[in-house]
């Protein structure tokens, strides 16, 4: 059972619950806020949220299940929970979780995710999954990922109640999943993943390459072949996807 907590304002959700973390079991607590003042990214990257017109919450489980090691699919039960609610709003062809862990639709953000877990020796132990998706804002900066919203795709004002508790459930069916059977997960993940198993230009190292998507290694590292069959493997923040609008 998913305990629901809403804060009208916070720094942070995922701060907010690593501080209860401390005092209180926070598994199936999930937190919602109408405004974040210190939201981000991945990374240092910022969040841009219109305050009460998106969905901006975190959710801790208990992940002890799960080798450290493999942490990765955290990102993929997480994605994919989180896609499986959108495919009801919107044109499924047309959504995609962009590597690691971003949900686009056609070219441009619709979603964000980011994890923070804690260890206990060789095993993943509570892990708190920030999520922020667009929903009824409007307008946003011209940031690199071309934000856009659900409004903006449908015309349609959403309810972010229940859109929250569908998100949030369906994310605790999809770790479910992974716990009694890792490859589901890992099989829908490449099937829904943006730019699998096509060519196209990315930058590493300031240079422009045209490489092939081939999939992600067990450590959650893409891997990609370039116009010579040279394999790559790259890491969180060494390649950048190039996205035109």
Known sequence: MLKYIHLEQIDSTNA?????????????????????TAGKGMGSNGWESEVGKNLTFSLALGMGFLPAERQFLLSEAVALGIIEVLDTLLPSEKLSIKWPNDIYFENRKLAGILINSTIKANMMDVSIFGIGLNVNQMKF??????????????????????????????????????????????????????????????????????????????????QLLDTENKPYCFDIKEIRFIISN
């Open 16 to 36: 907010y619950l690593q501080r209860q973390q401390s005092e209180h079991d926070i598994r199936n607590w999930v937190v919602s806020t109408d405004e974040q």
């Open 141 to 222: 900066q011209d940031w690199p990922t071309h934000p856009i919203s659900l409004k903006m795709v449908t015309g349609k004002e959403y309810d972010l109640n229940p859109l929250l508790e569908q998100i949030a459930g369906s994310i605790y069916n999809k770790v479910q999943i992974l716990k009694a059977k890792p490859s589901i997960i890992e099989e829908a993940y490449l099937q829904r993943l943006f730019r699998y198993r096509t060519w196209a230009d990315y930058e590493v190292g300031g240079k422009v390459l045209r490489l092939f998507m081939t999939g992600i290694d067990p450590f959650g590292r893409l």
